[in-house]
C-alpha cells in the first residue's frame, strides 16, 4: 500500500559525498518518521539515521558529523547526505518510513528496495 523508491546510490572515492534520495507514495494518511539503514556483506542491517515528522532526528553514533538526515513533509520524502565516505560505509542503504494507511488508518511499515553505495579507496 506504501512504496518507498530511493536514488542517488553509486560509486565514490575515499573522502567522497553522495545524497540519497527516498520518495513514499500510496495510501499515506501521515508519516510518523523516516530513516535510512544500511547492510554490508555478511552484516547485519544497521540504523544509519531517522528522522520524524516534527524534525527529531537519530543517528548512529559513528556516523554523527559526517551523515546528515532531513525529510521534505509536502513530498513525503527523506533524504541522506553522506560526507567524507570512508571504504567501510559501502553496502546497500534501505530507506524506511511507518505510518498510517489512508482511508484505515492502520500502522504501516515499509521499506524500499535498496540502493548501493561503493566507496573505494
Known amino acids: 500500500q506504501v512504496q518507498l523508491v530511493e536514488s542517488g546510490g553509486g560509486s565514490v572515492q575515499s573522502g567522497g559525498s553522495l545524497r540519497l534520495s527516498c520518495a513514499a507514495s500510496?495510501?499515506?494518511?501521515?508519516?510518523?518518521?523516516m530513516g535510512w539503514y544500511r547492510q554490508a556483506p555478511g552484516k547485519q542491517r544497521e540504523l544509519v539515521a531517522t528522522i520524524t515528522s516534527i524534525g527529531s532526528t537519530d543517528y548512529a553514533e559513528s556516523l554523527k558529523g559526517r551523515f546528515t538526515i532531513s525529510r521534505d513533509n509536502a513530498w513525503n520524502a527523506v533524504y541522506l547526505q553522506m560526507n567524507s565516505l570512508k571504504p567501510e560505509d559501502t553496502a546497500v542503504y534501505y530507506c524506511n518510513a511507518r505510518g498510517y494507511v489512508a482511508g484505515t488508518q492502520a500502522d504501516f511499515a515499509s521499506w524500499g528496495q535498496g540502493t548501493q553505495v561503493t566507496v573505494s579507496s
Open positions: 500510496g495510501k499515506i494518511f501521515a508519516i510518523a518518521a
